[in-house]
């Protein structure tokens, strides 16, 4: 009982971001006529570098809005970021006919992201990201793309894990290279 009772405090005061995406009305047709459903998407985030999504369906829209935020809760995902701003580096992510892409910004660029990535965004915490959505705009296949594109980042300190060196051979390597690129182009 008592372990509840932690965890529900703990969820109290993670204070969770919710956005809602998008909001369906859906009709299916049977022999006495049409039974009309609403399909919500939902995205969580603790703006501290969580985030997950959900989607419900129910025959009233806010029900269907709460099974999607469970759904979401509990599907939470977390993702690396640069100073708590930012993406590490550019990545791409696709899911059916959905494409995006994800850029690094600079402080003070702000999220430039249209519909589903703005919310994802919003819910995660970046500050600073340029997002474009390529192929479908069908938001479910956007969301699941933007996801996949958020699961393959990686941090510095992951790739040194993987590599077993320490952050700062792999962060000065990139540095020096970056010097010597400018070094040749001043010559």
Known sequence: MAQVADRRKAEKKEELVERLVHINRVAKTVKGGRNMSFAAVVVVGDQKGRVGFGSGKATEVPDAITKATNEAKKNMVRIPL??????????????????????TAPAGTGVIAGGPMRAIFEALGVQDVVAKSL???????????????LQSINSPRMVAAK?????GD??????????????????
């Open 135 to 149: 192929g479908s705009n069908n938001p479910y296949n956007m969301i699941k793309a933007t996801f996949n594109a």
């Open 170 to 187: 792999i962060v000065s390597r990139r540095e020096n290279s970056s010097n010597v690129k400018m070094e040749k182009e001043e010559a």
């Open 82 to 103: 640069r100073e708590g701003r930012t993406l590490h580096h550019d990545v791409k992510g696709v899911f059916g006919a959905g494409k995006v892409i994800l850029r």
């Open 163 to 167: 590599r077993g060196k320490k952050v």
